[in-house]
């Protein structure tokens, strides 16, 4: 395999450093979007813009098999002030790539010039940079402007950075990998008054705390306590003064779970237990229910296959098959709904090593030491996906 020259090693962590100091917020991805299409563009890929709004394919297609594999990125920021004290810091105050995703789209990014100028395969590569990952469904946005009946994909791949682990290991874990995020917010509305009587009101200060109680039972006696949920009220808000029985309350809810059904399940055993919690109290509840992302589940065979390539090209001390569940979510759950794939994640650094500190942080910083690594993952992947002369399976 072709592993980067120490020279395109170099150009790509200042391209990552660039689109680090250039950062931009979900949907609003458009110098970085360019900047990717001019690249792809450059080396010879079919380019496709405006998917999704900011997002980009590009398209690769040599040699006569009808194979195709994509293999996504995401490019978007977050509305966070920086404070990494690095050279490339942030330019726009209050929006800074906290999550790495200018880590992902360099590697591919590299990976995509290596594959272009080198790559020996047969069959169509399509490289996928998707706007808004966090919390915008991005991919959906994507999937809906007609991704995968524009550009079929056999299998698709994408790389997550992770803090906390060494830099460099790559990690695998078949079936359910990340969470679901769903949310509701209740609001119950009652017959409000005097503090002082309150058998003339039907107070919905009582009903909130008696639902935020029996919320908690959902989790602890109608889950399989084999599988992981989350049940959180975040927000409370009701009442303005200590003699004043209000009437409305309202509650803030965010569900997590990490298998289909189990998620289908909290969402009918919510809406049933806050019916019958404010009728039994003389209150009114309307629940909004907002889903978010899917439970991300990576195929079985996707991810051996994907696991092959990294013991293949990897000493084994760097490849890790035993990725525990995790319970954050990310929207390329909704692509593996459609087309079975992985979603792998690379150590950005533990303990005293630089890149440990957690995304989301705003001392968080993309480790560069793995745009080599993930980008050499990558071409092997598409190497070995659409090989010439493909191993029996
Ligand atoms: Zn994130
Ligand atoms: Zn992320």
Redesign the pocket.
Known sequence: MERLSDHAVQEFVALRRDIHRHPELAFDEHRTSALVADKLKGWGYAVTTGLGGTGVVGQLQRGSSARTLGIRA?MDALPIVEATGADWTSCHHGVMHA???DGHTAMLLAAAQQLAEHGNFDGTLNLIFQPA??GGGGALKMMEDGLFERFPCDAIFAM?NMPGIAQGQLVFRSGPTMASSDYATVTLHGVGGHGAMPHKTTDVVVAAASIVMALQTIVSRNVDPLQPAVVTVGAIHAGQANNVIPAAAQLEISLRALDPQVRRDMEQRIKTLVQRQAESFGVRADVQWRPGYAVLVNDAEQTARALAVAHQHFPAEQVNPTGVMLTGSEDFAFMLERVPGCYLFIGNGAGQEPGACM?HNPAYDFNDDNIAIGAAYWVALASDLLSPTPAPL
């Open positions: 995401d999550c790495g995703h990952e966090e997550h995304v």
